[in-house]
């Protein structure tokens, strides 16, 4: 799921916030969901989501994510965001520790790139940890995974996602270079590119 810009200043607006709650309440409804079943598929409490639809707890876009994923719809259509402009990304590659990041998503929430790394023969493995959460999803070649003390061959069409408190080390496992989906919040985009770009 991919955030747009529009949808995260429009949930920032008080009228975006009055707006949003009858929206949440009917879309549940149409699908015939209860809260407690809703609180299941989303991992958010029954209190919280009552509050989010009676328009007395501001939505975040870490609330506001699980339920567009449930309601199937886009985050803009979800919040009311007005279209604005030129939907496409100008993608600008950055290149970092040999590995060449390609933006999928605008700034803010949950980000989205494509990650391609090339094999680097010799170089040992050096786990890192940093806040937040990852998710990859394998395009092409076979990833090697080390998780903690787990070893974890990912080929395409395969994905894994934990947490990155947890020491981890993303690469091929052959000779090829290993083509990703990645997604991870903005203390994990910030671990990762930081401010090297090329």
């Known amino acids: 799921m991919l955030v747009g810009m529009s949808a995260a200043r429009h949930i920032g607006k008080k009228d975006g916030l ?3 709650g009858p929206r949440l309440r009917d879309l549940r409804r149409r699908r015939g969901l209860t809260l407690a079943a809703l609180a299941e598929q989303t ?3 029954e209190s919280t989501l009552s509050r989010l639809e009676g328009g007395s707890r501001r939505p975040t876009l870490e609330m506001l994510l699980p339920l567009a994923e449930v309601y199937a719809v886009p985050l ?3 919040v009311g ?3 604005t402009g030129d939907p496409r990304i100008h993608l600008k590659p950055v290149v970092r520790d040999g590995m060449t990041y390609v933006p999928l998503s605008r700034p803010g929430g949950v980000q989205a790139h494509k990650l391609l790394i090339p094999p680097r023969p010799g170089t040992e493995p050096q786990l890192s940890t940093h806040e937040g959460f990852e998710w990859v999803y394998v395009l092409a070649g076979r990833l090697r ?3 903690g003390e787990e ?3 990912l080929k395409p069409g395969e994905a894994a996602e934990f947490n990155t408190h947890v020491p981890h080390w993303l690469g091929p496992d052959d000779d090829r270079t ?3 989906l990645i997604l991870f919040g903005t203390q ?3 671990a990762h590119l930081k401010a090297r770009t090329t």
């Open 151 to 153: 070893r974890v061959i």
């Open 43 to 45: 991992g958010i409490n």
């Open 145 to 147: 995974l080390l998780l």
């Open 76 to 78: 803009d259509e979800l």
């Open 18 to 20: 009055i707006a949003v």
């Open 188 to 190: 994990g985009e910030r």
């Open 178 to 180: 290993v083509e990703l």
């Open 81 to 83: 965001a007005p279209r």
